[in-house]
């Protein structure tokens, strides 16, 4: 599996994570058959949020440690990453330094552990308050609960009015990525052409952002075709890219799912993957991706499939 430093820490992470979004209601042996994989296919990180699950809060990380019922050696292999600052009773989005610290410690409390590796923000907040984000930031910190800081889904100029206050470096930004929903990578090859669509920058640059500022982008839903509305892999909509992933797919010996991740993978941006399925099998061909090097031809070549203009 191929790692690499996660933004400008000291933290060797693999190209590929696993997400728990969806075990709230898989069983002990499901849940530990998905991570066994994870872990042979060289996977250590696993991402949760506080919201995800069909419980109030912290269904899956709840989950996730009654299965695994990890110990405190094995809890030290391995990376985990949550997310607060959705408020299901809306659904809203909260940054007060009360829910921040709140939902951190119930997911300490859920994942068993005294620290998270990671803790995001989940979606930006419209009502923002810098210095509450930065207040909590110190104290979780200072107490060792959160060793390193992120954010999703955030813009450059978000991220600059966070840096502005928190001490501590933002080393992430997690988007959503795949082949066939790139405008964070398409609107720059287009960049100044009248009356095209893909010119129109719906992110603000974001990430050239993030490799200028060493935060690591993490790709959720790489195969989405567009936002939760179905899978390209297999998807009669996109008969020509599938032709080519498939053909690829045979050349390098790998499933299909493992071009996908190839495909986000090859960028030199050191992106992480962020697979949201549940299933073993596809785990592991998934992973698989992370170790093949596509040739520049074969990135665009896939690129254009997808619909994307090489002006």
């Not at 988007?175 to 669509?197: D, K, R």
């Not at 200028?212 to 195969?223: N, Y």
């Not at 009669?236 to 993978?265: F, G, M, S």
Request: proline share 5%.
């Amino acid at each position: 599996m191929k790692t690499f430093t996660l933004g400008n820490t000291d933290l060797v992470v693999p190209a590929v994570v696993t997400g728990v979004m969806r075990i709230q209601d898989k069983s002990d042996d499901e849940v530990r058959a998905l991570y066994d994989a994870s872990r042979e296919a060289g996977i250590n990180f696993f991402d949760h949020a506080d919201i995800y699950g069909s419980a109030s809060y912290h269904g899956c990380e709840q989950r996730f440690t009654e299965a695994l019922k990890l110990s405190p050696s094995e809890r030290g292999e391995i990376i985990l990453q949550s997310k607060a600052g959705i408020n299901k009773d809306g659904p809203f989005f909260d940054f007060s330094y009360e829910h921040i610290m709140k939902q951190v410690d119930g997911s300490l409390a859920a994942l068993e552990t005294d620290y998270l590796d990671v803790l995001l923000l989940h979606r930006p907040d419209a009502l923002v308050e810098p210095e509450e984000v930065a207040r909590a930031f110190d104290e979780l910190s200072a107490a060792g609960k959160v060793r390193h800081f992120g954010v999703s889904n955030h813009t450059p100029n978000q991220i600059e009015l966070l840096r502005r206050y928190v001490s501590q470096p933002l080393v992430v930004n997690q988007l959503q990525l795949s082949i066939t929903h790139a405008p964070i990578v398409a609107q720059g090859v287009a960049a100044n052409m009248v009356g095209v669509e893909q010119s129109a920058s719906l992110d603000l640059g974001i990430l050239d952002y993030c490799r200028v500022h060493d935060l690591t982008v993490q790709a959720w839903s790489p195969f989405q075709a567009g936002f939760f509305n179905g899978v390209f892999l297999g998807n009669p909509e996109y008969p020509e890219l599938n032709e080519v992933i498939d053909r690829l797919a045979a050349k390098y010996d790998v499933a299909p799912e493992a071009i996908a991740v190839a495909w986000i993978t090859r960028h030199p941006a050191n992106i992480q993957v962020v697979l949201g399925t549940t299933t073993p099998e596809r785990v592991t061909k998934a992973a698989a991706g992370a170790d093949v090097e596509l040739s520049r031809p074969e990135w665009y070549e896939l690129y254009r499939a997808a619909g994307y203009l090489v002006p």
